[in-house]
């Protein structure tokens, strides 16, 4: 498909996204809307990010150098930035949508967090931009004392992440998992790490223990049925 046809097909999927999605409410209660359309940035984001520029920085002077005619009122990086932050919320439910709409429903789903680690534990109070943001803990894959976040995903078996939730590295996997699971059905695996008994209290999901004897759970496996 040529990059022109790219560009118009996953803006007119955003515009008609934005359109069921906001049923003609406005997404700011105040100020006026910004001259850049929000499907615009949508768009920029989406394209850039499929052909391999990474950054809010390298999307915007890439459609900046290349594609201004066909987004007039891209104007500085630091309003189109700001402009992508603000959208998060936006970008979720695009996401799940989309996920819901390659992915049939699963019975069986993954469950897994994962350390970002953001600098060396030695420089985390010095040399750190993250400093007062991020937090300390500890990757058993390593062996070691990290500083940064924890990713939290939810795979579908097919492969396409149908949840993620972003935490500092100190927050335990067992509180983000009723956010990432909510609204979801079917069967959980996870790690022993996710074992609490609480756990069915919160979020009304059954958790399945088994015996030794088990292949799957002699590895550490969890198995938690959950319902919307």
């Given amino acids: 498909m040529p990059n022109e046809e790219f560009i118009i097909e996953v803006y007119c999927v955003v515009d008609e996204f934005l359109a069921k999605e906001l049923a003609g409410q406005r997404l700011r209660r105040c100020g006026e809307s910004p001259q850049l359309t929000d499907a615009e940035v949508l768009t920029m ?4 990010e499929y052909w ?4 809010d920085k390298g999307i915007w002077r890439y459609f900046k150098e290349h594609w201004q005619a066909w987004f ?6 630091t309003s189109f930035t700001r402009q992508c932050a603000n959208l998060l919320q936006m970008k979720n439910r695009l996401r799940e949508r ?3 709409h390659l992915c049939p429903a699963a019975e069986i789903q993954l ?9 060396h534990i030695k420089r985390c109070w010095s040399q750190n931009p993250f400093k007062g943001v991020g937090s300390i803990s500890y990757c058993a894959a390593k062996d070691e004392r990290y500083f940064g976040f924890k990713g939290h995903l939810l795979i579908h078996p097919n492969g396409l992440i149908t949840g993620f ?16 699971v909510a609204g979801k059905k079917g069967l959980l695996i996870a790690d022993k790490g996710l074992i609490r ?4 209290a919160i979020t009304g999901r059954e958790v399945l223990t088994g015996s030794g004897k088990s292949h799957v759970l ?7 049925a959950f319902h919307a």
């Fill in 45 to 48: 984001e989406i394209v850039g």
């Fill in 52 to 55: 391999g520029h990474n950054s």
């Fill in 72 to 77: 007039p009122t891209l104007g500085c990086r």
């Fill in 98 to 100: 989309i996920a819901a």
């Fill in 111 to 119: 469950f897994d967090g994962f350390p970002i680690p953001t600098c």
């Fill in 165 to 180: 939730a972003l935490a500092t590295a100190n927050i335990d996997e067992r509180d983000i998992l009723p956010e990432v």
């Fill in 197 to 200: 008994p609480i756990i069915q």
């Fill in 218 to 224: 002699r590895q550490g496996t969890l198995i938690a």
